[in-house]
């Protein structure tokens, strides 16, 4: 009985985890909207925003803090939620897909 108890508590522990990693805002974001919109929907502005010219496209990403924090503030990378438009329009968003999409393109990631 000890054991399972244990397993049940592991596993609520792991959910927790994974849930505490995602941003519930990028639920809101739809494929091919705007920057602004993107920003509208998420409630805030970009922390930070990273441009690249890759296979003849422009490439914006767009960092959001996931807690509050003021533009001065460093925040790391991967206490960040990333959303990629390319051509001025929602792609992707998200850690595993902005690194899938970034080793297909060869673009090297944050660390």
Do not use: N
Not at 50 to 76: N, P
Not at 79 to 91: D, E, K, T, Y
Request: hydrophobic fraction near 50%.
């Amino acid at each position: 009985m000890r054991h399972a108890t244990f397993r049940a508590g592991l596993a609520l522990a792991t959910l927790t985890l994974l849930a505490a990693c995602g941003d519930a805002r990028l639920d809101k974001l739809a494929l091919g909207i705007t920057k602004d919109s993107a920003a509208v929907l998420i409630g805030e502005k970009p922390h930070r925003t990273i441009s690249m010219l890759t296979a003849g496209k422009l490439w914006d990403v767009q960092f959001y803090a996931r807690s509050a924090v003021a533009d001065t503030d460093s925040v790391a990378w991967r206490r960040m939620s990333p959303v990629v438009f390319i051509g001025h329009q929602a792609v992707g968003w998200g850690w595993s897909w902005w690194s899938g999409a970034a080793i297909k393109q060869g673009i090297a990631m944050p660390k």
